[in-house]
């Protein structure tokens, strides 16, 4: 099977890969044999434009991406630092007081309740551990900075949400089925941050009319996975993230089933299930078109057997997923809090 992202330098004309679809599912709902009423001629070709536009953008060497903060950038290379020590993580994340505050209060959320308040950035590091402090910088920095457009505050609220369900759901999925994995909630917060990317550039380009997010369902699903594949090797983030952010919805990578793939894909379907999906649940039912970025259930079946979850273990791991949503919308504890 050939592997989106990989196969062909961005920009280039792509197919549908048979990682997303079986045989029977690609004839029966292969978009351009759907014909959906009262979609009219304009509709079809400002989505085609759309569609080249998006393509030039990502393919210009003047392109920017999305931006990251500095400290959120430092943050990451200083977590992965064997003698990085507490004090300095705190240093540099108190540069940027909003970021800060913001991670603090992810910290004194339900998800990470403690026994005993934590109280400040100092207090979260040492009880929470390094890499849990770099996965909330990146989760705050991306619902901060990022998941931010002018024009589609709705659509980027919901995608913010997606990632972290996804995210946190990812990190369990990983630790249920032993995935030695140091990026696995990382690589769940950053999936889709190609279709922000995309919709930041629609956004900017100040010579064409802003598109409705609901005519881009189609545009976004068929540029994302490379767009975000693209941001992450700007941003100059590992390896190892860039290649799963530009491989997403590809279960076999180099010819074989790889497990971050497969727990990326599952966590997304369980996120899915629970209305948490980068779309709202039903949309594309009524036209016969996929929801935005999610996969056939004959890839995830084939995801949860590459993680060797049978039928209870799914359901564990279903059951889990709807424990961490159910905590995730608990809102946080009210608490006297102090920035260092």
């Given amino acids: 099977m050939t592997t989106r992202g990989h196969s062909r330098p961005l920009g280039w004309p792509r197919r549908r890969s048979a990682n997303r679809r079986s045989p029977v599912a690609r004839r029966s709902l292969n978009r351009a044999d759907v014909t959906t009423e009262g979609r009219s001629r304009r509709a079809a070709c400002d989505r085609s434009g759309v569609h080249v ?19 959120a950038v ?28 913001k991670v603090l209060s992810i910290a004194q959320s339900a998800l990470y309740a403690p026994r005993s308040p934590i109280l400040s950035l100092k207090h979260a590091t ?19 900075r990022v998941f931010r457009v002018p024009g589609y505050d709705a659509a980027m609220e919901r995608l913010a949400w997606h990632s972290t369900v996804t995210a946190y759901i990812m990190r ?31 956004s900017d380009d100040a010579r064409a009319e802003t598109v409705p997010f609901e005519e881009l369902g189609t545009v976004l699903d068929d540029v994302h996975e490379e767009a975000s594949g693209l941001v992450t090797r700007l941003w100059g983030l590992p390896a190892d993230i860039q290649r799963v952010m530009a491989t997403h919805h590809h279960l076999e990578v180099g010819g074989t089933p790889h497990p971050v793939n497969a727990a990326l894909i599952a966590s997304e379907h369980f996120a899915g299930e629970l209305d948490a999906g980068a779309a709202p649940a039903g949309t594309g039912s009524a036209t016969g078109e996929r929801a935005l970025d999610s996969n056939s ?10 993680l060797g979850l049978d039928g209870c273990r799914v359901e564990a791991a279903r059951a889990e997923a709807r424990q961490i949503v159910a905590t995730l919308s608990c809102p946080a504890p009210s608490r006297p809090a102090a920035a260092g």
Wanted: glycine share 4%; hydrophobic share 55%; with cysteine.
């Fill in 53 to 71: 536009r998006l393509l030039r953008l990502f393919a210009s060497p003047s392109y920017q991406p999305p931006v990251l903060p500095a400290v």
């Fill in 74 to 101: 430092e943050i990451l290379q200083l977590a992965h630092r064997p003698d990085a020590t507490f004090d300095e993580l705190v240093a540099v994340l108190e540069h940027d007081s909003i970021l800060a505050a």
């Fill in 126 to 144: 040492v009880r929470l551990g390094m890499k849990t402090i770099r996965d909330l910088v990146l989760q705050a920095a991306l619902h901060l």
């Fill in 172 to 202: 369990a999925l990983c630790r249920k089925t032993a995935i030695e994995t140091e990026y696995a909630f990382a690589c769940g917060l950053l999936h889709d941050v190609g279709i922000a990317a995309c919709l930041l550039a629609l």
């Fill in 297 to 306: 259930p004959e890839l995830f079946g084939a995801a949860c057997a590459a």
